[in-house]
């Protein structure tokens, strides 16, 4: 059963990189596509950008500018990297595998981790 | 982008009780649309996929229909396991947009 967890930094200072890794167990990344969503506290899913096998990336253009989404085969991992952080970045972050057959969904996802933006 | 308009944000209603949540896309997204449940604390779990089909592990009692621009999720009974919030979401074009939620809570 493939399994996705997230891990990285839970606390990151304003103006700095948020940056977090998806680590796939149970199943290979280089197959379908690979993204990252998140949820402020008490609000409601925001979806942040997607990464097919082939290295294409699709980001949420409200994003655009501070997000990069990557790839290592070799660790069989995905990785997300937010720029220039505020308050307004703090959020539940979830990683999650897309199925993009009959339309698509999202399944599984990982647990998610709270990442703080504070001084 | 496409939005996703989702109604009711908040239902209160009892076990047994048959609930309807609609969800309503700003364009034509086909059958493109997935519904999520969230309970606290958790990741969202998905429920149903191309509007219709029902994921497998995810009891009958849930089902899914529509498709262009509106859609409806139906919990034909609802469980005590069933409170929790419910998210679409359309898969039609990026960004791969959710809607709002819908809080469903015990009466």
């Known amino acids: 059963q493939m399994q996705l967890q997230e891990s990285g930094p839970t606390l990151v200072k304003p103006s700095e990189t948020l940056s977090l890794t998806c680590i796939v167990s149970?199943?290979?990344?280089?197959?379908?596509?690979w993204g990252w969503i998140r949820q402020p506290p008490g609000k409601g899913l925001e979806w942040i950008g997607i990464?097919?096998?082939?290295?294409?990336?699709y980001y949420n253009p409200s994003l655009k500018s501070r997000v990069t989404i990557s790839q290592d085969m070799s660790k069989n991992q995905f990785s997300l990297k937010l720029t220039s952080v505020t308050a307004a970045d703090t959020a539940v972050y979830y990683c999650?595998?897309?199925?993009?057959?009959?339309?698509?969904?999202?399944?599984?996802w990982g647990q998610g981790t709270l990442v703080t933006v504070s001084s | 982008d496409i939005q996703l308009t989702q109604s009711p944000s908040f239902l209160s209603a009892s076990v047994g009780d048959r609930v309807t949540i609609t969800c309503r896309a700003s364009?034509?997204?086909?059958?493109?649309l997935a519904w999520y449940q969230q309970k606290p604390g958790k990741a969202p779990r998905l429920l149903i996929y191309?509007?219709?089909t029902l994921q497998s592990g995810v009891p009958s009692r849930f089902s899914g229909s529509g498709s262009g621009t509106e859609f409806t999720l139906t919990i034909s009974s609802l469980q005590p396991e069933d409170f929790a919030t419910y998210y679409c979401?359309?898969?039609?074009?990026?960004?791969?947009?959710f809607g709002g939620g819908t809080q469903v809570e015990i009466k």
């Open positions: 191309a509007a219709s």
């Open positions: 999650g595998r897309r199925i993009p057959v009959a339309g698509g969904w999202f399944d599984p």
């Open positions: 979401q359309q898969l039609y074009s990026y960004p791969l947009t």
């Open positions: 149970g199943g290979s990344i280089n197959t379908y596509y």
């Open positions: 990464i097919h096998l082939s290295g294409t990336t």
């Open positions: 364009q034509g997204i086909n059958s493109y």
